[in-house]
């Protein structure tokens, strides 16, 4: 079975600044994806940004970036030039890849809030 | 494009009481999840269908609860009785069968008394 683990309960930082949560995983899998979500108030869970496990560059996606590091299975998620926006429950989850659709093993979230 | 629906947003039931949640998927798409979110916590799956068939449901607690996706679209999650630990959030999330990204609804964020 796969966990997921994110150490963080709460982060706090001024708008602006960045700011990384971090995620650990373990799994036998060789083969698999690594997401962060987001949910904000509204409880609707937002995909951020996606890691395929075979790649070895690291995820970009606008302002959001992330440091996987497979042997260490770790997953971090940096945001740079924090927004008052993106003050929400940050989820880092693991889907392994076979053919076809899978379900997701998320962390307990880390509560990001940015204060203006 | 509409996205996942979920009905209703807020239910309010005393315990050993029935309820029962709706989610109405995106068009198209085959793949239909629900998953459970105590607070505080990260959602986790409660059952997977593939078009009509539930292909994991090993996480769904049988004894009380039940799922159902008549042809293959919308599906209906129901608990009978509830119990005080069912307060949560039921997510539902819906994609296509050969993708990873799962699009999920609001949720209805039960709370038995």
Known sequence: AQTV???????????AETVTLSC??????????LFWYKQPPSRQMILVIRQEAYKQQNATENRFSVNFQKAAKSFSLKI?????????????????????AQKLVFGQGTRLTINP | ????????????????????FWCNPISGHNTLYWYLQNLGQGPELLIRYENEEAV???????????AERLKGVDSTLK????????????????SLRTTYEQYFGPGTRLTVT
């Open chain 2, 79 to 94: 608990i009978q009785p509830a119990e005080l630990g069912d307060s949560a959030v039921y997510l539902c999330a819906s």
């Open chain 1, 5 to 15: 683990t994110q150490s963080q309960p709460e982060m706090s930082v001024q708008e």
């Open chain 1, 80 to 100: 740079s030039d924090s927004q008052l926006g993106d003050t929400a429950m940050y989820f880092c989850a693991f889907m392994k890849r076979p053919q076809g």
């Open chain 1, 24 to 33: 650990t995983y373990d799994t036998s899998e060789n083969n698999y994806y």
């Open chain 2, 1 to 20: 494009e509409a996205g996942v629906v979920q009905s209703p947003r807020y239910k309010i039931i005393e315990k050993k009481q029935p309820v029962a």
């Open chain 2, 56 to 66: 994991d449901d090993s996480q769904l607690p049988k004894d009380r609860f039940s």
